[in-house]
């Protein structure tokens, strides 16, 4: 089960999905809300955290889950505050029941990861794709728009045109026809 624990928060945050499972792990950690306690309204333990960027909306809560349910920090950048381990470019994690791929999406921020599992068809695409065509923002630190047209490309040469779920770092999480929704923010980036 895929739960954004940050839907409904009247503050500045990402969103943060706790994916349950044989292996329960949380999909970046939000911030400015007890996400502490969301978490254990769900489960009494973590397995690990998985971060798609280190942006501070989405790792502002991380020493609070790292604390509280002593978990290792799954990142691209290793070296990064907070992250334990690197997930590198096509490196596979569990996530709850599933295998994931991570994919190295830079342009947003030069460490971004998608999490992408084939076989549901689960795509968490951080802050390079959001419902209705929008894409992650270049104008930040590490920013660039022809990197993340770039990333976008190469998200959809390995999705399945049948994607199941988009689950984006900002805004609601799309589950009709998906990969449209990439397509169009493929689009819209070349556009802007």
């Given amino acids: 089960m895929i739960v954004n624990l940050a839907a409904g928060k009247q503050v500045f945050t990402s969103n943060a999905f706790l994916v349950t499972g044989d292996r329960t792990v949380l999909v970046d950690t939000g911030a400015n809300f007890d996400v502490v306690e969301a978490i254990r309204e769900h489960v009494d333990a973590l397995d690990a955290v998985v971060l798609t960027h280190t942006h501070p909306d989405h790792v502002g809560n991380l020493e609070a889950v790292a604390t509280a349910f002593d978990v290792n920090v799954w990142g691209f950048d290793a070296s990064a505050d907070g992250v334990d381990h690197e997930l590198g470019d096509e490196a596979t994690v569990i996530l709850g029941d599933d295998e994931y791929v991570a994919l190295h999406t830079p342009g947003h921020k030069d460490d971004h990861?998608?999490?992408?599992?084939?076989?549901?068809?689960?795509?968490f695409a951080g802050d390079l794709v959001f419902q209705n065509g929008a894409f992650g923002r270049t104008d930040l630190p590490e920013g660039d728009r022809s990197t993340l047209i770039d990333s976008i490309d190469r998200l959809l040469e390995r999705i399945d045109p049948g994607l199941e779920a988009l689950h984006a770092g900002h805004g609601p999480s799309v589950t009709d026809e998906p990969y449209e929704h990439v397509e169009l923010a493929s689009r819209m980036a070349r556009q802007a």
């Fill in 113 to 123: 990861l998608c999490l992408y599992a084939r076989e549901t068809g689960v795509l």
